[in-house]
């Protein structure tokens, strides 16, 4: 039973940074490209980052580029979210998401997500 269970969320004011991470379980991890997610309220589901099974590409939102950064240690089963220069408007849910081909930013192509965890960002 494959589980991804998120971490690092909290609040933080705008223009500070936050580590968010996601522990895999369950499965073979670096067969997986690995994806994170974002749901802010009344918002749906966006995409926001996500990382080949090898680490060696990487693919961001407009909205997050330059100021987020996606990464993976194969050997801890575990992907990381670095986030940089947060803004009000990055307040959400973040999710991360496991898929069992290459990187993609479509949701419904991920198989396996997390709970998620709550970032705030304060003005």
């Known amino acids: 039973q494959v589980q991804l269970v998120e971490s690092g969320g909290g609040l933080v004011q705008a223009g500070g940074s936050l580590r968010l991470s996601c522990a895999a379980s369950?499965?073979?991890?670096?067969?997986?490209?690995m994806g994170w997610f974002r749901q802010a309220p009344g918002k749906e589901r966006e995409f926001v980052a996500a990382?080949?099974?090898?680490?060696?590409?990487?693919y961001y939102a407009d909205s997050v580029k330059g100021r987020f950064s996606i990464s993976r240690d194969n050997a801890k089963n575990t992907v990381y979210l670095q986030m940089n220069s947060l803004k009000p408007e990055d307040t959400a849910v973040y999710y991360c998401?496991?898929?069992?081909?290459?990187?993609?930013?479509?949701?419904?192509?991920?198989?396996?997500w997390g709970q998620g965890t709550q970032v705030t960002v304060s003005s």
């Open positions: 998401a496991a898929r069992a081909r290459g990187a993609s930013s479509r949701s419904y192509e991920y198989s396996s």
């Open positions: 369950g499965l073979t991890f670096s067969f997986y490209a």
């Open positions: 990382i080949s099974q090898s680490g060696g590409f990487t």
